[in-house]
C-alpha cells in the first residue's frame, strides 16, 4: 500500500509496528461505530463502509476486518471515552490524514442520506477532539456530501 492518502481513508502509522497499526485500526473503527450507531439505528449500509474501510485502508482481510471490528466494539461497551480514540489518531496522523478522518466520518453519516441532530452533535465533538477547526468540519461536510 501507498504512503500517500489517495485511495485511502487512514492512513497507517510510519513506524510500520503492528501492534501499533491495530491500535489504530481499533481506534478508527471505534469511532466509526460510535458514529454509525449514535442515532439509535446501525443502518447495513453503515457497517458495510466501516468494513470496506477497515479492509481498504488497513490492508486487511474481510476476517481480520471483523476481529477488529469486534475488538472496537468491546472496547466502545467498557469506556465510551472518545478521547481515548482521537488521541491514538492525533498522536500517529498528520493533520491532512486527520481531515480524511473526518470526511470518512461523513461518509458514515451520510450512507443512510441523513443527518440526525446526535451525529450533527458528534461529529462537532470528533472535530474538536482532533484538534482541527469549524470551518473544516464544514468543508468536510460539504465535501462529501456533494460528492466531490
Same mark, same amino acid.
Given at each position: 500500500?501507498?504512503?500517500?492518502?489517495?485511495?485511502?481513508?487512514?492512513?497507517? =502509522?510510519?513506524?510500520?509496528?503492528?501492534?501499533?497499526?491495530?491500535?489504530?485500526?481499533?481506534?478508527?473503527?471505534?469511532?466509526?461505530?460510535?458514529?454509525?450507531?449514535?442515532?439509535?439505528?446501525?443502518? =447495513?449500509? #453503515?457497517?458495510?463502509?466501516?468494513? #470496506?474501510?477497515?479492509?481498504?485502508?488497513?490492508?486487511?482481510?474481510?476476517?481480520?476486518?471483523?476481529? %477488529?471490528?469486534?475488538?472496537?466494539?468491546?472496547?466502545?461497551? #467498557?469506556?465510551?471515552?472518545?478521547?481515548?480514540?482521537?488521541?491514538?489518531?492525533?498522536?500517529?496522523?498528520?493533520?491532512?490524514?486527520?481531515? #480524511? %478522518?473526518?470526511?470518512?466520518?461523513?461518509?458514515? %453519516?451520510?450512507?443512510?442520506?441523513?443527518?440526525?441532530?446526535?451525529?450533527?452533535?458528534?461529529?462537532?465533538?470528533?472535530?474538536?477532539?482532533?484538534?482541527?477547526?469549524?470551518?473544516?468540519?464544514?468543508?468536510?461536510?460539504?465535501? %462529501?456530501?456533494?460528492?466531490?
Amino acid at each position: 500500500m501507498s504512503d500517500s492518502i489517495s485511495g485511502r481513508f487512514f492512513g497507517k =502509522p510510519s513506524t510500520g509496528d503492528v501492534e501499533n497499526s491495530h491500535d489504530i485500526a481499533v481506534a478508527a473503527c471505534a469511532i466509526l461505530m460510535e458514529m454509525a450507531g449514535i442515532d439509535g439505528e446501525f443502518d =447495513p449500509s #453503515e457497517i458495510s463502509l466501516i468494513m #470496506e474501510t477497515l479492509k481498504k485502508s488497513f490492508d486487511l482481510s474481510g476476517e481480520r476486518a471483523k476481529v %477488529v471490528m469486534a475488538s472496537s466494539s468491546q472496547e466502545l461497551s #467498557e469506556n465510551r471515552d472518545l478521547w481515548r480514540f482521537t488521541n491514538q489518531i492525533n498522536q500517529n496522523y498528520s493533520r491532512d490524514e486527520k481531515l #480524511e %478522518v473526518l470526511r470518512t466520518i461523513f461518509r458514515v %453519516v451520510y450512507a443512510d442520506d441523513s443527518l440526525s441532530k446526535h451525529e450533527d452533535y458528534l461529529v462537532r465533538k470528533l472535530t474538536y477532539l482532533f484538534r482541527l477547526t469549524h470551518k473544516d468540519m464544514i468543508n468536510a461536510k460539504l465535501a %462529501v456530501r456533494d460528492g466531490s
